[in-house]
């Protein structure tokens, strides 16, 4: 079983999700994409019922973009799982600090407010010393939202996919479904 973590604004109905359900689906792996909600305490909560549920009949591993490579490597940690990290915000209490006030959903247009409390909550994921080994970092060096060196710098270790160019929704992604899923034991 796959879970996909959706990034920050977005939805389990993103490109990156749908692609990456197609591609479960042509391969017959169990995928599952929520929609979460917008706050951190929220979304982990979730993410942890998800898992939990699922982890007593089959093996869970984690995909997360953005801000969902936050979560996924704080739920990586927590539960032992392998995860595969995309343009992940590795600082995302800080990163996130530009996006204070109300947001908008890039889904369905619906409106958020993101407020100090939520900063303060993701401060609560951080993980001082993740197992690098469990982690597959995926990076393009034309990310536009994050620095690519942070994640390097923080997961010296992982296994790392680096790329010239590209963007922060990590041009061409389809590009490595097949090397994620080996490196994620989903098959």
Not at 26 to 35: C, L, T, V, Y
Request: aromatic share 10%; hydrophobic share 35%.
């Amino acid at each position: 079983m796959i879970l996909y973590i959706h990034g920050f604004g977005s939805s389990g109905e993103a490109s990156k999700a749908k692609a990456l359900r197609y591609f479960c689906h042509q391969k017959q792996i169990r995928f599952i994409a929520p929609s979460l909600p917008s706050i951190p305490d929220l979304a982990i909560k979730t993410l942890s019922e998800l898992i939990e549920s699922y982890q007593e009949n089959e093996p869970v591993s984690l995909i997360g973009s953005s801000l969902g490579g936050y979560y996924a490597l704080y739920l990586s940690d927590k539960y032992n799982l392998k995860a595969a990290l995309i343009n992940p915000a590795v600082n995302a209490p800080e990163t996130l600090h530009q996006a204070l006030g109300h947001g908008i959903n890039y889904y369905d247009n619906s409106s958020y407010e993101w407020n100090e409390s939520h900063l303060d909550m993701l401060v609560n994921y951080e993980i001082e010393e993740p197992e690098e080994e469990t982690i597959l970092l995926l990076l393009q060096k034309g990310d536009e939202v994050l620095d690519y060196e942070e994640a390097c710098d923080a997961l010296p270790n992982a296994q790392t996919i680096l790329e010239e160019g590209g963007n922060h929704s990590f041009e061409g992604i389809e590009r490595h479904f097949e090397t994620i899923v080996a490196f994620l034991n989903a098959e």
